[in-house]
Nanobody
Framework: QVQLVESGGGSVQPGGSLRLSCAVSGSIFSFDAMGWYRQAPGKQRELVAVYSSGTDTNYADSVKGRFTISRDNAKNTMYLQMNNLKPEDTAVYYC??????????????WGQGTQVTVSS
């Protein structure tokens, strides 16, 4: 029932920009939290940027000032604008949406992932 489909990944040089999109099958308002995660080879999946509650946002320290999360409610689409990309940003990026809460229990939905590669 729930589908999240990412697009916009690719290969760029350091300092370049990409905008990732996540098309959500259900209404954005039906989710309690949603955002972007990434996983580099050999590393744990980490939070990049998230709408934790309502319009409140949280960013990983490593991307603050460079990445911006946004969403278009009418289009049921979430975005991640990535500027001044660095090689360490190279990872598979995943769109995420949650129903429920960490405390009470949640169901997590994930996109298939899109590869972002930053290299010279």
């Amino acid at each position: 029932q729930v589908q999240l489909v990412e697009s916009g990944g690719g290969s760029v040089q350091p300092g370049g920009s990409l905008r990732l999109s996540c098309a959500v099958s259900g209404s954005i308002f039906s989710f309690d939290a949603m955002g972007w995660y990434r996983q580099a080879p050999g590393k744990q999946r980490e939070l990049v940027a998230v709408y934790s509650s309502g319009t409140d946002t949280n960013y990983a320290d490593s991307v603050k000032g460079r990445f911006t999360i946004s969403r278009d409610n009418a289009k049921n689409t979430m975005y991640l604008q990535m500027n001044n990309l660095k090689p360490e940003d190279t990872a598979v990026y995943y769109c995420n949406a949650d129903r429920g809460t960490v405390v009470a229990g949640r169901t997590r939905y994930w996109g298939q992932g899109t590869q972002v590669t930053v290299s010279s």
